[in-house]
């Protein structure tokens, strides 16, 4: 094992937290565009039958041929679901409202909290990152998520009840880690929605730091017209407004994670 370069294998980032609205879907786009634009090879992965991350690079959610759905329920193989996106190095696995059915239909499966980690290791290193956004719940899809992870980034909106969320996370984490994924890492807690005017925003920002230290990435990402307004257009904020404060915080971002 010693002869592996780690900087060749994959890794595999679940972007994860039971609330919804927080910036999940924001920071895998544009993350994951910031990581493309450095020519990194990056797969993102849709898990939120809503289809959010689908349709904000471009791809339209209700006419999708394949998808994610398609591997939950042995169709296809990875492989022929990936797809290429408007951003050079970045291909998705889409996601449509069809993914819905899946905590249902598989309720009586064997093995079925990992049908994601086995279909993501025939491609983990044809990916420099491979980023999972999850929904808004911590229901099969995203306990998949997190045991097919390497790590994970939790986005944490900088509001007072951003923090009741944590600790439920943290129990979680502990439950993953005791049963499907000894190793799962915290690799970064993300602070967003971050209104340096509002007093709220930097005390929550300041509790965060208190309680994960160093987990906690220097970038803060603000709220930002650009990140709000570019999903419309499918495409992440690098590519509608390179210049806004917004698109410039992920790139920041990138930096930070890629110099860990
Ligand atoms: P989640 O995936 O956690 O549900 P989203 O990333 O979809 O959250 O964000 C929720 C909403 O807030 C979306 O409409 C998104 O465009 C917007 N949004 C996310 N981050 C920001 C930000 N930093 N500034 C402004 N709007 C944002
Ligand atoms: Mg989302």
Known sequence: HQFIDKDL?????????????VGKTTTTINLAASLALAEKDILVIDTDPQGNLT??????????QKSLYDIYTSRFPIED??????????????????LLGVEVELVQKEGREKILLNAIAKIKNN???????????????TLNGLVAADSIIVPVQCEYYSLEGLGLLSRTLKLVRGSFNPT??????????????????HQVAEEVRKFFKEK??????PRNVALGEAPSHGKPAILYDARSKG???YLSLAKEILSR
């Open 127 to 141: 990916y420099r990152y491979i980023f999972i956004d999850c929904p808004p719940s911590l229901g099969l899809l």
């Open 216 to 221: 906690v990435y220097h970038t803060l990402i």
């Open 9 to 21: 294998m994959g890794k595999t980032i679940v972007i994860a937290n039971q609330k919804g609205g």
């Open 81 to 98: 679901v990936i797809i290429e996106t408007s951003v050079p190095h970045l291909h998705i696995v889409p996601s449509n409202i069809d």
């Open 55 to 64: 349709s904000g690079l471009g791809v339209n959610r209700d006419e999708l």
């Open 184 to 201: 799962l890492d915290i690799e970064g807690i993300l602070l967003t929605m971050f209104d340096s005017r509002n007093t709220l925003s």
């Open 247 to 249: 698109a410039q915080s």
